[in-house]
């Protein structure tokens, strides 16, 4: 049988921002797989016998991005679990990565012609709403980074380090934009005129 090569979306914007929540809506109504590389961490740092959970934890708190080795591995493993039960399951949404340099030479190592980038779907959103969104839902999330101290980090290194990924995809014409900062429902009409066009 043919094997379809991976078609990806990259999914960006800020903590909070509404990448998970999009994604979920996404998958009801299109053919695709939701992958959320800040999901898939978290679990791994659960995994009784994982040798990097620590770290993981560590820089989850910290708001650090996990070196490149760790998080590839999962998402490679994560896409090729999903085509082997079912080869049409070939579109994949990428939610949270790659966000920062290393990220990206990682992704290009290990996925260089395995897998197609077909663009990145950018939730744009101000700090102030970041930082409102995860607070709220840290009120329940049990979410080691949901609070302030933690939410300082992971919005300094949004700014530092995966806007730069954003503009630099903006620069190859790669990048759609959608305001985030309005209700779900706003966005994700945003979203489907997108994807219906070009998903
Ligand atoms: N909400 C959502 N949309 C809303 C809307 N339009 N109006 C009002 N409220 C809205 O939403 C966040 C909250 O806001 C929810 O309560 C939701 O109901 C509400 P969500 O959809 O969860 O937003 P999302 O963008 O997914 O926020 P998340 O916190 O998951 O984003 P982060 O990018 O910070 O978290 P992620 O899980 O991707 O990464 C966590 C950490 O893992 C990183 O900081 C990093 O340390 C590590 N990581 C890596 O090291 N490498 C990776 O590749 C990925 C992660
Ligand atoms: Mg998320």
Redesign the pocket.
């Known amino acids: 049988s043919l094997i379809m090569k991976p078609q990806v979306v990259f999914v960006l ?12 809506k996404i998958v009801e109504g299109y053919n695709y797989t939701h992958l ?7 679990a791994e740092r659960a995994r009784e016998g994982s040798e990097c959970g620590q770290l ?1 934890a560590n ?10 080795e ?2 590839i591995n999962l ?1 490679k493993q994560a896409m090729e679990e999903t085509m082997q039960k079912d080869e049409k399951k070939f579109r994949f949404l990428i ?5 920062n340099e290393d ?1 990206l030479q990682g992704w290009n190592t290990v996925m260089d012609g395995k897998a197609d980038v077909k663009f990145v779907l950018f ?1 744009d959103c101000g700090e102030e ?2 930082i409102d ?2 607070l ?2 840290g009120k329940s ?1 049990g ?1 080691t ?2 609070n302030r101290e ?1 939410l300082e ?2 919005i300094q ?2 700014l530092q380090s995966t806007r730069p990924i954003i503009e630099l995809y903006e620069t190859h014409g790669k990048v759609r934009t959608v305001d ?8 994700f009409a945003d979203v489907k005129a997108i994807l219906d066009k070009e998903g």
Do not use: H, M, W
């Open positions: 914007g800020g903590p909070g921002a509404g990448k998970g929540t999009q994604c979920s959320s590389a800040g999901d898939l961490l978290r993981i820089y989850i708190k910290e708001g650090k991005i996990v070196p490149v760790i998080t998402l939610d949270g990565f790659p966000r990220n939730f709403v970041c969104r995860c709220e839902r999330s979410r980074d949901d933690s980090k992971r290194t949004y985030a900062s309005r209700s779900v429902d706003e966005v």
